[in-house]
């Protein structure tokens, strides 16, 4: 079956612009992570949601982050006024919710900022 | 604040050695405790995990130990392999709401 499929697989910015991540989970998976992986670094919580709740944002680094998700489906991360920080490997991941259901992360949206 | 802190940084193992990777936590609510297998360009994998009301669970080559009492976790690779290469990730969850992820461990397995 399908996996989490992420879009673009790459995209390079100019300083400033905005820029959208999508990402499209397994069917039937209500649970919804955002991670930020620098080069070299580990993961970066960013964003959860879980059906029909609110989302979690308490890993949004800040204000120029935000992210959406239409019901169980498709989620987007924007990012606004991009900066070179921002540059590093988002990756979206869906799980069934309750305990010991695994996480399934895409292959990731490699943003670089120049 | 680091949730979750994942050592060494980097390990070179001998094809058919063991491959230790070691993470430690504060959070004694954690009750949750996955690895993660990445190779490069790929999304991370789940590899192993284990609940905290167990010291230790097996799946062929791969054993996660469990310390409850030294909040401590560690993934022991057996008979190593060059198709192991690749970064390992462990991670400690709060009732599966939020995931924190280690720093990752980047396994060579020289052949």
């Known amino acids: 079956g399908a996996g989490v499929s992420q879009s673009p697989s790459n995209k390079v910015t100019e300083k400033g612009k905005d820029v959208e991540l999508r990402c499209d989970p397994i069917?039937?998976?209500?649970?919804l992570y955002w991670y930020r992986q620098r080069l070299g670094q580990g993961l970066e919580f960013l964003i959860y949601f879980q059906g029909n709740s609110a989302p979690d944002k308490s890993g949004l680094p800040s204000d120029r982050f935000s992210a959406e998700r239409t019901g169980e489906s498709v989620s987007t991360l924007t990012i606004q006024r991009t900066q070179q920080e921002d540059s590093a490997v988002y990756l979206c991941a869906s799980s069934f919710p309750g305990y010991g259901s695994p996480l399934h992360f895409g292959n990731g949206t490699r943003l670089t900022v120049t | 604040q680091q949730q979750v802190k994942q050592s060494p940084q980097s390990l070179i193992v001998q094809k058919g050695g063991i491959s230790i990777i070691n993470c430690a936590y504060e959070?004694?609510?954690?009750?949750?405790f996955p690895w993660y297998q990445q190779f490069p360009g790929k999304g991370p994998a789940l590899l192993i995990a284990i609940r905290p009301d167990v010291s230790e669970k097996k799946e062929g080559r791969f054993t996660i130990s469990f310390n409850k009492s030294a909040k401590q976790f560690s993934l022991h690779i057996m008979d190593s392999q060059p198709g192991d290469s690749a970064t390992y990730f462990c991670?400690?969850?709060?009732?599966?709401?939020?995931?924190?992820f280690g720093s990752g461990t980047k396994l060579n397995v020289k052949p």
């Open positions: 069917s039937g998976h209500t649970a």
């Open positions: 991670a400690v969850s709060l009732t599966l709401n939020k995931f924190y």
């Open positions: 959070n004694t609510a954690f009750d949750y």
